[in-house]
């Protein structure tokens, strides 16, 4: 890394600090030659401004010239004197003010020189960071992010597309799922964002903390890709899957990233199949609708459909965490996540029938009443399920419907004549009950 320190060692510049000489380990990153009276649009943090000071004509002057550079984070100010030769006390108590760096530049130096020599410096320090980065590459992520925000002099984190930290030495300054967010829209934000090489259905990013400079972004982009190598070739091992285990089915409507996105989504977890654009995977973990929602703009899938069993053997969880995915896939949304504990016995039931199966079982049990209703313009099928639901109580559903009692006990017999059933006895309110939920679930 280039610092304001490497720059006054470097031979022929005899640069000599006036300002600001305990912060000289600044890190430098490119150089910039200004003459402009307030120059803060044109800065960029890191930045070396070397300056003639012929802007400076009276004391008050540098004022608003050093804070422009304190504002935006230069490194230092690289000045040669004025008309007189000698940098004006002005600028050096300006600089101290604002704690900026002040080298005095010797009058007989030409600024092209200087140029040539910190580009060449930039360039020197650049190749050997990314040396010394390559030289980390079998190492874990963790260690790879320590060395490149030595080398960078920014902080480093990598994050998963799923809105999660996955290495960082320091707390990240914004939520995870943000920057992913915004990644996802081309927004630009407070971190400088490179996508992770490799071949994954959920990517993962590095995120540096602060704007770079061309140096810096192409270290950045060595960083990913040795990231990406090392998450290639740490592939979790497969565990045993215990007697008992909690299955996730997860589907990618229209794509075939379920396997992957189970992956990331699960690192403790053990895939069992995977069909179509659907996949299965014991896990001790239950998945979040946050991280799926973060991930799904990332995804080429239309929807994320996930269903989660109770912890049951693993054939049995399996089809629990079947049956929950096909009640997510009922539900509205580009993202539905259903444990099997938020649906009802009977939902659970209903929703692993396929639906052939379903419409066979509404058609045989609610045939002749869906055809009485057709035919003389009433609605016995709803009079019946609203007396299921008030659990078969006729004072209840009467109350519902807005009708006497009478009336509603006199509805009631005629649906059973028609059904076939006497709505009044257990069994046939459940099979009656069940065949108008899979009314519900049909299409």
Not at 98 to 121: G, K, N, W, Y
Not at 197 to 211: N, Q, T
Not at 220 to 241: H, Y
Request: hydrophobic share 45%; glycine share 8%.
């Amino acid at each position: 890394m280039t610092t304001v320190k490497t720059l006054l060692g470097l031979p022929g510049l005899r640069l000599r600090p006036r300002a600001g000489a305990d912060l000289l380990d600044r890190p430098v990153t490119r150089i910039y030659v200004t003459e402009l009276p307030d120059p803060g649009r044109y800065l960029s943090a890191g930045e070396l401004v070397l300056s003639g000071l012929l802007w400076w004509r009276r004391p008050g002057d540098a004022e608003p010239f050093v804070a422009a550079l304190a504002r935006a984070g230069a490194a230092a100010l690289a000045a040669s004197g004025a008309d007189s030769g000698d940098i004006p006390g002005d600028v050096v108590e300006a600089c101290e003010r604002h704690r900026m760096p002040l080298l005095e530049v010797p009058a007989d130096l030409s600024f092209s020189v200087i140029t040539e020599q910190v580009v060449l410096a930039l360039a020197a320090a650049s190749e050997s960071a990314r040396k010394r980065l390559q030289a980390a590459a079998d190492a874990p992520v963790e260690t790879l992010l320590e060395s490149a925000s030595a080398e960078l002099g920014l902080p480093c984190w990598v994050l998963s597309g799923l809105g999660r930290v996955v290495a960082g030495a320091s707390p990240l300054p914004v939520p995870a799922a943000e920057v992913v967010r915004r990644y996802a829209a081309k927004e630009s934000g407070p971190l400088t964002v490179v996508p992770v090489e490799g071949r994954h259905a959920v990517p993962w990013l590095v995120a540096a903390g602060g704007p770079l400079s061309t140096a810096q972004a192409e270290l950045a982009e060595e960083l990913a890709g040795l990231v990406g190598v090392t998450r290639a070739r740490a592939a979790a091992p497969e565990a045993e899957v215990p007697g008992e285990a909690r299955v996730v089915a997860l589907r990618t409507e229209g794509s075939d990233e379920s396997r992957d996105v189970l992956r990331e989504l699960l690192p403790d977890g053990r895939l069992l199949e995977s069909v179509g654009d659907t996949s299965y995977a014991a896990t001790a973990l239950v998945p979040s609708t946050t991280e799926l929602s973060t991930v799904e703009p990332l995804l080429r899938a239309s929807r994320i459909l996930c269903g989660v069993g109770d912890p049951a053997p693993r054939d049995e969880a399996r089809d629990v965490a079947a049956y929950a995915l096909a009640v997510a896939a009922r539900r509205p949304g580009r993202v539905s996540v259903v444990p099997a504990g938020e649906v009802d016995v009977h939902r659970l039931l209903v929703a692993g029938a396929p639906d052939g199966l379903r419409a066979a079982l509404r058609r045989r049990v609610l045939g002749p009443l869906l055809e009485y209703d057709a035919e003389q313009h009433t609605d016995l099928v709803h009079t019946v399920r609203v007396f299921l639901e008030c659990s078969g109580s006729p004072t209840r559903a009467a109350k519902a419907l807005h009708v006497h009692v009478n009336t509603l006990r006199y509805r009631i017999g005629r649906a059973g004549e028609l059904l076939g059933a006497d709505l009044t006895e257990f069994t046939d309110q459940l099979d009656v009950y069940l065949a108008l939920r899979a009314g519900d679930q049909a299409g």
